[in-house]
Each structure stands twice: as structure tokens, then as C-alpha cells.
């Protein structure tokens, strides 16, 4: 049994990776810890970023070795400017991006979808439905880079990610990282497409021997693709025909055993022949595809009419597939069951003892206005805690502030608060442009020692790593010193006092500034519990005020007589205080 | 009766071993030989979130790694509120074993969203399927932290009612937790199985 994810990393293992880099993400994280833990042979790296991830692969890649870059979709965002750049160029050892959909927002991204990037790049991808297939596709992307000289996308959902299945192994197979150096040379594709514009002197040798014709590259894979197993066709009834991929093809051949199906291994490029075959046999085509409407155009830019998002709408009606949703519209008469209504809805919720919760305390009492990153912090920004004003993406924190600063001519100090995960993905950057374009912002650094939201991976500035060693270890204050931050402070996230006082300074001091609060991830790090508070029910007046501080523990709790009762959970409480700073009828108690 | 599988929904809230409880259960239908689907999807990227976990084991290939509602044999539920959440997902004869743990939602705690007016442990016990309902406060040990271990404590339940040798599922218990934790997890789960035993026959 294993997951999608075990499965990637055992893929990686059998075709013979050298390198491997990435950056956590739900759901795909487990990738690169099951390889680094399982596979020692291959060297694993947490990257800066996804940008650094998938540079180091494709160093790798020329330097003759098969290497992966392992990212979530949101993060291929930020590594897309390298995937241009590698696309279309000479490949020597085979590089493959394994790159995961939050399908459903599941673990609460927003509604990206991959399959863009190969549209846009013409890159082909390949989108697994079980675990098996994560295995031997994984295999499959390598050959197919190699043999068509391309970077290839793996592409992967929350489903194949977190489900397990039998996977069947070849016990036997032996690690070999083959060096392939093929092309002496590999450029980004201007070159190769000043020669195929036949721009003036392009005919020279010299350019000519950077000539990679990518575009019959693809073609190629376009024609041979018709012939590829992972490329499923099953001509069953001639009613209903589906093409579909990844899970989705399990949902509908559960509801409908009797349709005809094409499940595709290989969604891009398309293999147009077997569609039209499909197409031929059966009286309705539908496609069934989880995400954007990316197949479902593709198809239709053959020429070919399917029946997709007119029937299943896509966001915000639906984020997902289920087998629900294809039974309800594709078998009449389907019984249709009803939840129970109004079951409460769960917000997530920062860990009790987080330092995140003392941060976001602070500034709401003070009515310091701020943005958040993206970290375990940024829960702060949901309603039941309302400690931020603004909030994007990974690292964005510092250079919002600063943007929001200069727009108001430095009368405010509208703050930012950042991760120690975020600060170092492209957070620096943003510090070190807010220092030397004059910027008067506070910048709050969360230095939990790990990315602790996506389970505690290491950072430049952690101290564990897989490559750790303490003499390479960088310190925050260190850099923000040497960046020129005039006014840097470190305190510790419980000593509240302190803390206050010291996010007061900084907000009010009339310069740039950097508040450094350390205390490592509660959970990470397991850290040793207090006696657990609780509430005197005698002086509790129910105003509410800690169940504002947006711990685990807190929880308003029905009495037997119907009364309702704010309660500390025993079981989640670590004692840190901090609710007792708020209670001003002194009812918490420890 | 051959048993050619089961569907099965396990819920809760993190923090609560839903993990262990699926891996322990998957190792023991392995060794009957059966194929197994097993989804940990919801509730994986956030804190204070529902847990949800589809398990399927069937003598024959699954597809689908979701259970279609209307499909599913048992519910496991570690807390109420996630029961309330999956009781219509049940068959007809479908039967939901709950814990009456509740976990206030955070919408509620805030106001942002009314307290369901009436007692979740009443509206599942109107529930029309067959339904077991397990009271930690009632089953508390001083020999482990039954909040902490329900998972394990559900799990002898779940053995006890399906008939399963509890020689085997003990055996599997002692090779998965860490050697320290052994002699508490087979006293939780011994616990289970009284419980169980007692409900059986108080049905």
C-alpha cells in the first residue's frame, strides 16, 4: 500500500533520479520526504523556492542526470519564469516537474490548474489516477523528456496525492543515475526562434548548432501518443463515451460500468486519432475532467464536439468531481440523498500555544493595522480573529506594506508580518527593495525554526535540514542587519510583556525596523506543555474576549441547563498564558 | 456469508489518530487478502479542520477512492458533529458507531454561525439506521487517557461488532505503536471491545 506520494518518490527511485529539489506544499510535501528518508542515494534538497527548485533541476538535467522538481501548483507560479526558459530547449538528462493541483481546495488553495503551464509552454503532461500509476508514470515522464528532448510536467491532485492503493514493485530493481550529455549546449528558445523566424544571419553555424526544433519534438509525441497504453481506450456501449483522466476516470467507471471510455495517461499533447475513434463509436461524448476546462477546449480545438462545463458548470457551482455529481446528471433516476442541514462549518484554527496567536493578540488590541504572509499566521486574517487587513501570497508581506506606505506618504505604519518560511522564499527581496527605496515600514518576522504549515520542512534558517550543517546556517537578524535595517530586535513570543513593547517601538520608531519573534512550532517541535489554564465559571462574565484569541483550546460549550459556557479544552491547552491577558475579570486561571 | 467488502467513512477532527485507526485497520485487511482504497483527502492542510477518511476493501479492483453517498456501510465518527455530517451518506442498513466527543466548531465559538438548536447526540439517535453511541465520559480508565485514544478504543469496538479475532488485530496494535505505548493502545482497545460487548447485547 502506499500513497500517491510514496508512489512518486519510488517512481524517482526506479528511473534513476540524481536530483531532486522542491518546495513544500500541500498536498505533494511527502514527495520529497519519502524520498529523502527511503531513498538515500538520491540527493534531495528544500529549496529557497519553487524559482531555485526548478533552476537546480535543470542544472542537474544538463550536467547529464535525470532530476525532478517537486512544487503545488501556486508555487509554479513563481517557478514558471524557469519552466519558460527550459521548455523547448535541449534536454540531456530527463527533468520532470512534479507539480500538484489542490483539487476541490482541498487544503484550502485557491482554484489553480497546472495543465496552463503545459498549454502555455507545449509541454507535455502526464496526470496519474492511482498510485500505481504515480509509480510507472513517473518512469514514463523521464523517457518521454529524453526522447523528446522537453521538461515534463507530472501532474498531481489532493486525491492521487492522499490516497492509498496497491502498488505492485519490482523488488529487484537496483538504483543507477545514468549521465546522459547528449547536447553540449542548451539555451532558452530565442535563440531557437530567431533561426526559425529566419531572422538576417540566422544561417550561420553558429546559431544553427543551438537549433533545437522543439515544435517537431512535439509533433512528434503528438502522432506517436495515438499508440501509447497509458492512453486507455475502452470501447464498451455506444451511448455514452467519456474521455477523462486522473481519478475522475474511477468516479464515472464506477457509476457508469457500461459507457465507453478514454482515460488518458498522457493529457498533453492529445492523441487525436483514439478521440476521434471514441468519438465515432458512441452516440454522446462527455468529458470529465476535475479543475479548469483544459481538456475539454483542447478537444474542442480538434474539431471535435464534447459535452463538459455546459453540464457540470465549473467554479464557484462545482470545485470538484465526485461520483455523486456524475451519477446525477449521467443516470436518470439516480437516488439523491440530502445532508443534515445546518451542521456547523469548521474555520481552521492556529495550535494552541502558537506564537502566531500572541502576534496577532498584540496588534489587535493596539489597533496596528498589517498585513500577513503566507503562514501558519495568516489564520489570523479569518473572521473569528480579524488581526489583518491584507494578505496575498507566499512572501508578499514586506513589499505590501511597503507599497501601502508609500502610497500614504509614510503617515501610517501600516505593518507586515511574515514567516520565517515566507521570508526566505522571496521575502528577502522584499526587505532588501523596502530598504533601499527609503521605505520607513515594520516588518514583524515570525521565526518558528521550520515551514510549520506545511508540517515543519527546513529553512535556511532551521537548524535540521537534509543538508544541514551549523556553519551554514543563516540568521535572520544577521541578514536584515546586512541588508541595513537600522532597528532590529529578537524577543521571545511568550514573554508578552516584552513583545508588546517592542512592536510598539518599532511601529512608532520613524524608520525601517525589524521585530524578530522567536519560539519554536509548537507542534514541530513538540514543545514541553504548562499546566493547563482554565475558567472560573464563578467570574466568567461571557464577553467573549479570549475566544477572540483564536486558540485550539478555547470553545463555548452548551451547560445541561442550555446556558452556554466558555471552556478551556484540557486535552489541547498548553498553558501559554495568553487568553489570561486578555480576561479582564481575571477568570482564567492556571 | 463470504465478505465481499465494505465501504466505510472515518471522521473526526485532527488530533484524534484517524491516521492510526485507518493504517491499523488497512494492515488487517491486508492480511485477509483483500484490495484496498483508502483517501485521507479532507482536512489535510488545516488545523481545527473535520478529518475525513474514505476506506473501501472489497475481493474485488475499487475504483472510485470516494464512496458515493447512499454507498456507505459504517460510519466511524470521533465526534459528533463530523457524524452529523455523513449519517445521509449511509445505506439503508448502514450503521454509524459515534463517539458523543464534540469539538465546538470555531463559527460557532465566534458567533459567526448559530449552535444547531437540538442535542447532536439526539438527532442520531433518530437516525432510522442502526447506531451505536459511545460516551468517553462514561468508559474513563485510569490506566490511559481514553480522549487520547478513542481511536484505538473504537477500533476494538469495530472488531468486536464485526467478529474479528481479536488475537489478530491486537498482534497488528503491538507491531505498529511505538514499544512504549503498546500496553496502553491493547488496554484501550480491550476496553473497546467490553463496551461493545455490553452494547451488543444491551441491543
Request: hydrophobic share 35%; aromatic share 8%; glycine share 8%.
Amino acid at each position: 500500500m502506499m500513497n500517491g506520494n510514496e508512489a512518486v518518490a519510488r517512481g524517482a527511485f526506479e528511473a534513476g533520479v540524481k536530483v531532486a529539489a522542491g518546495f513544500p506544499g500541500t498536498p505533494s510535501t511527502e514527495v520529497m520526504d519519502y524520498t529523502h528518508q527511503r531513498y538515500p542515494d538520491i540527493y534531495c534538497e528544500w529549496s529557497t523556492n519553487e524559482k531555485v527548485a526548478v533552476e537546480v533541476a535543470i542544472g542537474a538535467s544538463f550536467a547529464g542526470y535525470r532530476s525532478l522538481a517537486l512544487m503545488k501548483t501556486v508555487g509554479l507560479h513563481v517557478a514558471a519564469d524557469a519552466l519558460g526558459g527550459a521548455a523547448g530547449s535541449q534536454i540531456n538528462g530527463g527533468l520532470v516537474l512534479v507539480v500538484s493541483d489542490d483539487v476541490g481546495r482541498l487544503a484550502g488553495d485557491d482554484y489553480n490548474d497546472c495543465r496552463h503551464y503545459g498549454n502555455m509552454f507545449g509541454l507535455p503532461m502526464l496526470e496519474p489516477g492511482d498510485s500505481q500509476e504515480a509509480k510507472d508514470f513517473m518512469v514514463k515522464a523521464f523517457e518521454i523528456s529524453e526522447e523528446y528532448s522537453t521538461p515534463v510536467i507530472l501532474k498531481l491532485t489532493s486525491v492521487t496525492c492522499k490516497t492509498n492503493s496497491r502498488v505492485v514493485i519490482d523488488e529487484d530493481c537496483t538504483y543507477e543515475a545514468k549521465c546522459r550529455e547528449k547536447y553540449p549546449i542548451s539555451f532558452s528558445k530565442v535563440i531557437m526562434t530567431t533561426i526559425m523566424m529566419k531572422a538576417k544571419g540566422s544561417e550561420h553555424p553558429k546559431l544553427t548548432k543551438c537549433f533545437n526544433d522543439f515544435p517537431a519534438h512535439y509533433k512528434r509525441l503528438t502522432n506517436n501518443c495515438n499508440d501509447y497504453d497509458i492512453n486507455q481506450l475502452e470501447l464498451n456501449g455506444k451511448k455514452i463515451g467519456i474521455i477523462t483522466a486522473g481519478t475522475p476516470y474511477y468516479y464515472a467507471k464506477e457509476v457508469l460500468p457500461e459507457a465507453s471510455f478514454l482515460k488518458l495517461g498522457l493529457i498533453m499533447p492529445l492523441p487525436e486519432k483514439k478521440i476521434r475513434e471514441l468519438a465515432e463509436h458512441v452516440e454522446e461524448l462527455y468529458v470529465i475532467e476535475d479543475g479548469h476546462d483544459i481538456l475539454e477546449k483542447n478537444i474542442k480545438d480538434l474539431g471535435i464536439s464534447v459535452i463538459g462545463k455546459e453540464l457540470w458548470p465549473k467554479f464557484p457551482e462545482m470545485t470538484r468531481f465526485t461520483p455523486d455529481i456524475i451519477e446525477e446528471k449521467l443516470v436518470p433516476g439516480a437516488p439523491k440523498r440530502t445532508p443534515i442541514k445546518d451542521v456547523p462549518f469548521r474555520l481552521p484554527v492556529s495550535c494552541a500555544g502558537c506564537s502566531h496567536l500572541f502576534i496577532a493578540q498584540i496588534l489587535r488590541k493596539n489597533k496596528i493595522r498589517a498585513a500577513a504572509d503566507v503562514t501558519c499566521g495568516l489564520i489570523g486574517c479569518f473572521p473569528h480573529m480579524e488581526a489583518y487587513d491584507l494578505q496575498k501570497c507566499m512572501g508578499s508581506s514586506i513589499a505590501l506594506a511597503h507599497g501601502y506606505n508609500v502610497a500614504k506618504d509614510n503617515k501610517e505604519n501600516f505593518v507586515a508580518m511574515i514567516g520565517d518560511g515566507g521570508f526566505w522564499a522571496t521575502g528577502l527581496a522584499g526587505l532588501t527593495n523596502l530598504i533601499f527605496n527609503n521605505s520607513q515600514s515594520t516588518v514583524i518576522v515570525v521565526d518558528n525554526s521550520c515551514l510549520a504549515m506545511t508540517g515543519g520542512q527546513n529553512v535556511a534558517s532551521s537548524e535540521f535540514g537534509f543538508n544541514y550543517k551549523p556553519e551554514n546556517k543563516l540568521d535572520i537578524a544577521k541578514v536584515c542587519e546586512a541588508i541595513g535595517v537600522k532597528d532590529i530586535v529578537t524577543v521571545d513570543a511568550y514573554e508578552y510583556d516584552n513583545l508588546e513593547k517592542s512592536i510598539l517601538n518599532a511601529v512608532n520608531a520613524k524608520t525601517n525596523s525589524v521585530v524578530i519573534v522567536k519560539k519554536p512550532c509548537v507542534t514541530k517541535f513538540k514543545l514541553p506543555k504548562n499546566t493547563p489554564s482554565y475558567i472560573d465559571q464563578d467570574l466568567c462574565v461571557k464577553c467573549g474576549k479570549c475566544i477572540k484569541v483564536g486558540c485550539l483550546a478555547i470553545e463555548s460549550k452548551k451547560a445541561q441547563d442550555g446556558s452556554v459556557d466558555i471552556v478551556i479544552n484540557q486535552d489541547i491547552c498548553t498553558g501559554c498564558g495568553l487568553c489570561s491577558t486578555v480576561c479582564h475579570k481575571e477568570a482564567i486561571k492556571q | 456469508m463470504q465478505d465481499t467488502g465494505k465501504n466505510i467513512i472515518i471522521a473526526g477532527v485532527g488530533g484524534q489518530g484517524i491516521l492510526l485507526f485507518s493504517n491499523l485497520l488497512s494492515k488487517f485487511y491486508l492480511k485477509l487478502g483483500y484490495e484496498l482504497k483508502i483517501s485521507d483527502v479532507i482536512g489535510l492542510g488545516q488545523r481545527g479542520g473535520g478529518v475525513e477518511s474514505h476506506f473501501r476493501y472489497s475481493d474485488k479492483p475499487i475504483l472510485s477512492p470516494f464512496i458515493k453517498a447512499g454507498d456507505v456501510d459504517y460510519v466511524i465518527s470521533f465526534e459528533q458533529t463530523e457524524t452529523l455530517r455523513y449519517l445521509h451518506c449511509l445505506k439503508d442498513d448502514g450503521i454509524v458507531l459515534s463517539s458523543t466527543y464534540e469539538l465546538t466548531s470555531t463559527s460557532v465559538n465566534t458567533g459567526l454561525q448559530k449552535a444547531m438548536p437540538e442535542s447532536k447526540t439526539e438527532i442520531i439517535k433518530r437516525a432510522e439506521n442502526k447506531k451505536f453511541i459511545i460516551d468517553p465520559e462514561d468508559h474513563k480508565s485510569p490506566d490511559f487517557n481514553i480522549s487520547k485514544m478513542m481511536n484505538v478504543v473504537m477500533l476494538g469496538f469495530y472488531a468486536e461488532l464485526r467478529g474479528y479475532s481479536h488475537d489478530d488485530m491486537i498482534q497488528i496494535v503491538r507491531e505498529s505503536v511505538p514499544e512504549k505505548f503498546v500496553e496502553g493502545n491493547i488496554m484501550a482497545y480491550q476496553k473497546g471491545t467490553e463496551i461493545a460487548k455490553a452494547e451488543i447485547a444491551a441491543d
